[in-house]
Structures are given as C-alpha cells and as structure tokens.
C-alpha cells in the first residue's frame, strides 16, 4: 500500500506523510508552532532537553521555525538522531504511541517504510 500526499503537500520530504505529522502535533499541541511553555516547545511539544539535543535552534526560539522545519527536529528525534544517550525512539513521545494503537496508516507507514532507520521501529 502507497500512502499519497496531497498536490498541496507534495514537497513535503520527511519520512512520513504530513497528514500523520499533522496528527501528532495536533496531539501535543493543537499544532501550535508557537507552543512555548516552561517545559515544553514547538508544534510536537518537544522538552526543552530533547530540543536542545536534536536542534540547532535554542528552544527559546523554537517558535520561529516553520512546521517543517519543526518536523525535521521531529525527524532527527525519532527517526534519525538517536543514539545510546536516548534510545527510546519515537516510543518516547506520547502520542505517537497514542496514535500506534489508533492508526493503521501509521503502522503502514513506519513498517513498510524504504528507510531502514524509520522501519526499525516497526512492532
């Protein structure tokens, strides 16, 4: 199965289609890339801790950034940063696993995805 994205979404080039990313942020913070708490930044509500690990923006400015590139923080995250330091994965973020559980088009989309480092969190 081959997910689409729509004509309006087609330069998108992150691993998952966007209506999925669209969904996590919408989870965390209502896709708010202005969210700014005391503890938590940007459309996915990373923590500050996790920001500063995977950005090369301050969280203070995380707000400036687009939902893209956002999601490319996202990306670096869950997909393509982690390390022995924090090897929890997208596992780690609420609601993905919240999504997991609800969505077969996630589980397609992470388990038969072309790049090995997205698929390996298949389970």
């Keep these: ?3 689409q994205t729509s004509p309006a979404h087609a330069d998108w080039n992150h691993p998952l289609p966007y209506e999925l990313y669209r969904q996590l942020s919408d989870c965390e913070t209502g896709s708010n890339t202005a969210h700014l708490t005391r503890s938590y930044v940007g459309a996915f509500g990373f923590a500050k801790g996790t920001w500063r690990m995977f950005s090369d923006t301050p969280p203070s400015r995380a707000h400036r950034l687009t939902y893209a590139q956002q999601a490319r923080v996202l990306d670096r995250a869950f997909w393509f940063g982690y390390g022995k330091q924090y090897a929890v994965g997208p596992w780690g973020h609420g609601c993905f696993k919240h999504y ?5 088009k996630l589980r397609t989309a992470v388990c038969n995805n072309r790049k090995h480092q997205v ?5």
């Design 1 to 3: 199965m081959t997910l």
């Design 100 to 104: 997991w559980l609800a969505s077969s």
């Design 119 to 123: 698929r390996r969190w298949c389970r």
